[in-house]
């Protein structure tokens, strides 16, 4: 016969390890982009509102559609972050003659610390935030930097989960700009 | 005289003014917040973690205690840079009010089960336990003579 106590303490010990594996699900790093860009597919970007860093009111990636963009996530407290920023920046002069644009990610970084870091760099390109990195975690991100290439119809076409080097930009920024949107 | 003795007594309350502020707002210090907040970054108590967002973290508390702030001015001003994250607490509803419930709800259950379990093996052990030793019981007279005369049959 089983004792009284084996199906709540069952349904206990159930819900104890639910919530721990739901724990582990939600904070673990999402490698489906990696995989689909290894397997030699686009991928649609995640779009989300969110406040801009140098400037007044929201901004979103779904308003850069029909541009190429290389989204970097980046924070001031961030030391490869710095190292790489003069390279973005003139990455970011050389494609806005092709209509491109660098968009920075500013993740959980204090505000005035982020905008002394750009003026400090000289950058120049936009930045959005993401103060609790709910944005920056949609796109697999686990370190920073990390830097997305995003074609004209908003699909990711390469990565680089690391600090961006001219090689990879030589090797990966023609694939967003020779495409139509 | 009345003219002098109302100047005294404003110059008074200008000294006590300040000093009352004061006291409704006591200043908060920089230990009093680290073991409230989390280093975002890292996952642990910003009183531990060394990192350069923990640096952050720590340099803006300093930079709003110098300004005066309270402790709830200080927190809010981290979670508006940081999000909600940054507080040790787990705030809001979903997951976050799960993490509060399931070990209140638990840890009371286990211990009265482990209450419950302790009486019911005392009891067991109660039951089980093996008779005490009983005093052997006195032989007779004449069975004493008897064990004494074969004994005895030994000394020779």
Same mark, same amino acid.
Not at chain 2, 95 to 119: D, E, K, M, S
């Given at each position: %016969?089983?004792?009284?106590?084996?199906?709540?303490?069952? /349904? *206990? #010990? =159930?819900?104890?390890?639910? $919530?721990?594996?739901?724990?582990?699900?939600?904070?673990?790093?999402?490698?489906?982009?990696?995989?689909?860009?290894?397997?030699?597919?686009?991928?649609?970007?995640?779009?989300?509102?969110?406040?801009?860093?140098?400037?007044?009111?929201?901004?979103?990636?779904?308003?850069?559609?029909?541009?190429?963009?290389?989204?970097?996530?980046?924070?001031?407290?961030?030391?490869?972050?710095?190292?790489? %920023?003069?390279?973005?920046?003139?990455?970011?002069?050389? /494609? *806005? #003659? =092709?209509?491109?644009?660098? $968009?920075?990610?500013?993740?959980?970084?204090d505000r005035t610390s982020?905008l002394r870091?750009?003026?400090?760099?000289?950058?120049?390109?936009?930045?959005?935030?993401?103060?609790?990195?709910?944005?920056?975690?949609?796109?697999?991100?686990?370190?920073?930097?990390?830097?997305?290439?995003?074609?004209?119809?908003?699909?990711?076409?390469?990565?680089?989960?690391?600090?961006?080097?001219?090689?990879?930009?030589?090797?990966?920024?023609?694939?967003?700009?020779?495409?139509?949107? | 005289?009345?003219?002098?003795?109302?100047?005294?007594?404003?110059?008074?309350?200008?000294?006590?003014?300040?000093?009352?502020?004061?006291?409704?707002?006591?200043?908060?210090?920089?230990?009093?917040?680290?073991?409230?907040?989390?280093?975002?970054?890292?996952?642990?108590?910003?009183?531990?973690?060394?990192?350069?967002?923990?640096?952050?973290?720590?340099?803006?508390?300093?930079?709003?205690?110098?300004?005066?702030?309270?402790?709830?001015?200080?927190?809010?001003?981290?979670?508006?840079?940081?999000?909600?994250?940054?507080?040790?607490?787990?705030?809001?509803?979903?997951?976050?009010?799960?993490?509060?419930?399931?070990?209140?709800?638990?840890?009371?259950?286990?211990?009265?089960?482990?209450?419950?379990?302790?009486?019911?093996?005392?009891?067991?052990?109660?039951?089980?336990?093996?008779?005490?030793?009983?005093?052997?019981?006195?032989?007779?007279?004449?069975?004493?003579?008897?064990?004494?005369?074969?004994?005895?049959?030994?000394?020779?």
């Amino acid at each position: %016969m089983r004792p009284r106590y084996y199906w709540p303490i069952t /349904i *206990a #010990a =159930a819900a104890l390890i639910g $919530l721990l594996a739901y724990g582990l699900v939600a904070k673990g790093s999402d490698t489906s982009i990696d995989q689909a860009i290894a397997d030699g597919r686009t991928v649609a970007a995640p779009v989300a509102t969110l406040p801009r860093l140098n400037g007044a009111g929201a901004g979103s990636l779904a308003q850069y559609r029909g541009k190429p963009v290389l989204l970097n996530a980046w924070a001031s407290w961030c030391p490869p972050c710095k190292g790489e %920023m003069p390279l973005l920046e003139r990455t970011h002069q050389r /494609i *806005a #003659a =092709a209509g491109g644009t660098v $968009l920075g990610i500013d993740v959980q970084d204090d505000r005035t610390s982020a905008l002394r870091f750009l003026r400090a760099k000289g950058v120049t390109f936009p930045s959005l935030r993401d103060r609790d990195r709910a944005y920056v975690h949609s796109l697999g991100v686990t370190g920073y930097p990390e830097s997305f290439l995003i074609d004209r119809r908003g699909r990711i076409v390469a990565l680089n989960r690391g600090p961006v080097t001219q090689q990879w930009l030589d090797a990966n920024l023609p694939k967003i700009l020779r495409t139509r949107s | 005289m009345t003219g002098r003795l109302a100047a005294v007594v404003a110059a008074l309350s200008l000294l006590l003014v300040p000093g009352a502020a004061l006291a409704a707002t006591p200043r908060t210090s920089l230990p009093d917040i680290e073991d409230e907040v989390m280093c975002v970054e890292c996952g642990t108590p910003l009183e531990v973690s060394q990192s350069p967002v923990a640096n952050q973290e720590r340099a803006l508390i300093r930079r709003e205690i110098a300004q005066g702030k309270t402790k709830q001015q200080i927190k809010d001003s981290l979670v508006a840079e940081y999000g909600a994250a940054v507080l040790a607490d787990p705030q809001g509803g979903g997951v976050n009010t799960a993490v509060w419930l399931v070990p209140a709800i638990l840890v009371p259950l286990a211990a009265l089960g482990a209450a419950f379990a302790a009486r019911r093996w005392r009891r067991q052990g109660a039951a089980e336990a093996p008779a005490p030793e009983r005093e052997p019981e006195a032989l007779d007279p004449a069975e004493a003579r008897r064990l004494d005369a074969e004994l005895s049959a030994f000394d020779s």
